[in-house]
């Protein structure tokens, strides 16, 4: 059986909602065995719906669902964008157009397990150093800690321990966002290991805390979203959202900017 997903005109951590649910059903199973996702109303995209839908595919592959593209225009700019950032290289036949190239103030989407995180990481800091910013990349070593830890809190041998990646620099805004989106047990789950909550805010409002780890091995105490809150929004006046969908889902998405100007 095959099913068409629309994507909205606009995709961005607003929209992917419907998105995933149309996906995936409150038993947390592919809708279909075959799913088709029609982008002819797609004009937008933020990096953090790109990753969600790099994601959704990864989760259905994982589960012998083939996931295919309709309404593609390599004439529409959001189309251009995704191309330009290897998308459908990665999802499809191949790009959308022969000429693509990936643009200087972005990185190609991709999927990054926490065991090969410190390896991408190594990739990325001089890009963003020294091509973006204009620094060089020891003093973003923060930056790269908190970028790790992460990837720290997607691990988990008993779900998924993959992330799917997107890097952009605004060159007018001064700021960089990073989105990445997984499929693992999410932020309650893991605290209700070891602590004891009664609701997704308390759990959050724990995780936060100094010191605090849902690792009963302690491997990143003392650091974590603590650590991650305390550089990215203290310190160098970013911002971080963290978004989950449905109870049933536990799909957790997380997006972080972070201002050039504090690292200069």
């Known amino acids: 059986m095959a099913l068409t997903v629309p994507l909205p005109s606009t995709f961005d951590l607003t929209t992917m909602y419907a998105v995933i649910d149309a996906t995936i059903d409150g038993r947390l199973c592919p809708r279909a065995s075959r799913i088709n996702y029609d982008f002819s109303r797609l004009r937008w995209v933020a990096p953090d719906g790109m990753t969600v839908l790099s994601n959704l595919l990864e989760w259905l592959k ?18 251009q ?8 290289e990665e999802y499809s036949d191949g790009p959308l157009r022969e000429r693509n190239a990936m643009r200087s103030t972005t990185q190609h989407i991709r999927k990054v397990a926490c065991s090969g995180s410190v390896e991408w990481l190594d990739q990325l800091m001089p890009w963003l150093a020294e091509d ?18 992460i990837f720290l809190n997607i691990e988990d041998p008993s779900t998924e321990d993959i992330g799917c990646v997107h890097v952009q620099w605004y060159p007018k805004g001064g700021y960089v966002h990073v989105s990445i989106s997984d499929f693992g047990v999410g932020i309650p789950t893991e605290i209700g290991r070891v ?21 009963r091995n302690g491997r990143n105490r003392d650091a974590g979203l603590a650590y991650l809150l305390d550089n990215a929004v203290s310190r160098y006046g970013g911002r971080v959202a963290i978004h989950r969908t449905a109870e049933s889902l536990n799909a957790p998405n997380l997006r972080a900017n972070w201002r050039r100007r504090r690292f200069a």
């Open 81 to 88: 964008y995704m191309d330009n950032c290897g998308f459908f």
């Open 132 to 149: 973006c910013i204009g620094t060089n990349k020891g003093t973003l070593a923060e930056f790269k800690t908190c970028l790790r830890e």
């Open 195 to 215: 602590y004891e909550i009664n609701s997704d805010a308390h759990a959050l409002a724990i995780a936060v805390r100094e010191g605090i780890s849902s690792k």
């Open 62 to 79: 994982k589960r012998d669902v083939h996931g295919s593209f309709k309404g593609c225009n390599s004439k529409t700019a959001a189309h």
